[in-house]
């Protein structure tokens, strides 16, 4: 089971917001879809699911193109910004519709999930707030139990505490019904532990594929007399550079052997944050 995006490339008008995607979804693994707002994070999601179906290229899900597929499609769950539910509707009727498109949507649990986040059942979904309707959707997400399921911004407007119940409850979920997830998140150091592979998209472009561990093995800080780290990082991968008065940090990206450091310079491993903020500004 997998979904293979194809030289995927989308337009609105004369703005180019996908040039030419190809990336596979494996079976049973989460990722991490980054990118800086407008990088076309939404779009591609959105082109997955069929929500946006104008474009060039293909989608092929476990071995179907997913163009205005049924069957595919029904094997696929995003969360976005978007709200699908009737206004009027509360969320225990919300869930029972999510069933009837979903037969895999777990009731009990979902019911579950909304004493621990405090949403109650008679609440209508049209009159949540922006950190309700985001632990709404994520609970649908955790309960519809689909081969894929997307979260684009999961916990926008959660406090710290609701964001961690979310984090515990997707890794256990994910234990018992292993499926192929991707989320998409401007919190990057609080999902950094949970995504197994990492796709940082920049400007329409896939600019990085790499499993998270191999991507943060290869970004360092060189930090130390700025004359001395200009000698050293001169023939190396240089992302970032930061200054003040006499003391220079660089950021590289490639593996280095420790042992080459010149005495007086001090090495660090970047975090997944910093990385990407370092490689979608160069």
């Known amino acids: 089971m997998s979904i293979e995006i194809k030289n995927v490339s989308k337009n609105f008008a004369k703005l180019k917001v996908l040039d030419k995607i190809n990336i596979k979804l494996e079976d049973k693994k989460i990722y991490g879809l980054l990118g800086r707002n407008g990088s076309g994070k939404s779009t591609l999601l959105n082109i997955i699911s069929d929500r946006i179906n104008n474009y060039e290229g293909e989608i092929i899900i476990d071995g179907v193109n997913g163009k205005n597929s049924d069957t595919s499609l029904g094997k696929l769950y995003i969360m976005s910004d978007l709200m699908l539910y009737p206004d009027g509707m509360t969320v ?89 997830i991707i989320i998409c998140s401007h919190l990057i150091d609080e999902i950094s532990t949970i995504l197994e592979h990492v796709f940082i998209i920049n400007e329409g472009k896939i600019i990085i594929s790499e499993d998270i561990d191999e991507l943060l093995d290869g970004g360092f800080t060189i930090t130390g007399n700025a004359r001395v780290v200009d000698e050293f990082i001169k023939d190396k991968k240089v992302i970032g550079i930061e200054s003040l008065g006499n003391f220079k940090s660089a950021y590289i990206y490639e593996q280095i052997n420790k042992e080459t450091i010149p005495n007086g310079l001090e090495i660090s491993k970047l975090d997944l944050q910093k990385l990407f903020i370092e490689l979608t500004n160069c």
């Open 92 to 180: 225990k009727k919300a869930f029972k519709w999510t069933k009837e498109f979903y037969p895999s949507f777990d009731m009990d649990y979902a019911v579950e999930l909304s004493k621990k986040f405090k949403l109650g059942l008679r609440k209508k979904v049209d009159k949540f707030s922006t950190g309700y309707a985001s632990i709404f959707k994520l609970i649908i997400g955790l309960s519809v139990n689909t081969e894929y399921v997307f979260y684009d911004e999961p916990v926008l407007g959660l406090d710290a505490n609701f964001r961690e119940i979310f984090y515990k409850e997707l890794l256990s979920n994910f234990a018992k019904y292993p499926k192929t």
